[in-house]
T-cell receptor, first 112, second 114 residues
Framework: GQQVMQIPQYQHVQEGEDFTTYCNSSTTLSNIQWYKQRPGGHPVFLIQLVKSGEVKKQKRLTFQFGEAKKNSSLHITATQTTDVGTYFCAGYLTDSWGKLQFGAGTQVVVTP | DSGVTQTPKHLITATGQRVTLRCSPRSGDLSVYWYQQSLDQGLQFLIQYYNGEERAKGNILERFSAQQFPDLHSELNLSSLELGDSALYFC?????????????FGPGTRLTVL
């Protein structure tokens, strides 16, 4: 079954608001990657987190990797219409190099 | 543009048929990955090749096979197609093997099985 879970599945956000999407794994991850897929497009790499408790920022996006390396979050502040798309987290289980496990994604819709 | 190319862009075929999807990785990338994306299953890892050799296998059906050629392009062969095989198939590439490399995705091939 799916080992990397993402919530929520859908997120409707008013422009200017903040939101967070969460990623949880049933097992420890070696690292976690986040991708964004625009409607009709392909997944595009955003960032990678490797260390326990790591926090990285990209402008309005803040990414965190949990202390136990089993969860991660993406927080977007002051949402813009350009943030529309599906955000996927993906992780490698510690014994499965090559098998990147994707979460089901959070589909973000932004209302102007 | 990620530098990964996939052909064809769209493919419409009938049940029972066989199709071949083609992927050219970014220049210099040795690893190629294949994914299936359907509405109810999300992005599912199918298989990975590194420099011509199979390195990791995911939930790939026995009716599906892949290979990576000496020039590093890869092909995914889908046979005895069923309605449920309709999906977007993505190819991705990365420079090396292993989990510390971002993957660059191609534009995908949309397969419709009628």
């Amino acid at each position: 079954g799916q080992q990397v879970m993402q919530i929520p599945q859908y997120q409707h956000v008013q422009e200017g608001e903040d939101f967070t999407t969460y990623c949880n794994s049933s097992t420890t991850l070696s690292n976690i990657q986040w991708y964004k897929q625009r409607p009709g497009g392909h997944p595009v790499f955003l960032i990678q987190l490797v260390k326990s408790g790591e926090v990285k920022k990209q402008k309005r996006l803040t990414f965190q990797f949990g202390e136990a390396k089993k969860n991660s979050s993406l927080h977007i502040t002051a949402t813009q219409t350009t943030d529309v798309g599906t955000y996927f987290c993906a992780g490698y289980l510690t014994d499965s190099w090559g098998k990147l496990q994707f979460g089901a994604g959070t589909q973000v819709v932004v209302t102007p | 543009d990620s530098g990964v190319t996939q052909t064809p862009k769209h493919l419409i075929t009938a049940t029972g048929q066989r199709v071949t999807l083609r992927c050219s990785p970014r220049s210099g990338d040795l690893s190629v990955y294949w994914y299936q994306q359907s509405l109810d299953q999300g992005l599912q890892f199918l298989i990975q090749y590194y420099n011509g050799e199979e390195r990791a296998k995911g939930n790939i059906l026995e009716r599906f096979s892949a290979q990576q050629f000496p020039d590093l392009h890869s092909e995914l062969n889908l046979s005895s197609l069923e309605l449920g095989d309709s999906a977007l198939y993505f190819c991705a590439s990365s420079p090396k093997i292993g989990g510390y490399n971002e993957q660059f995705f191609g534009p995908g091939t949309r397969l419709t099985v009628l």
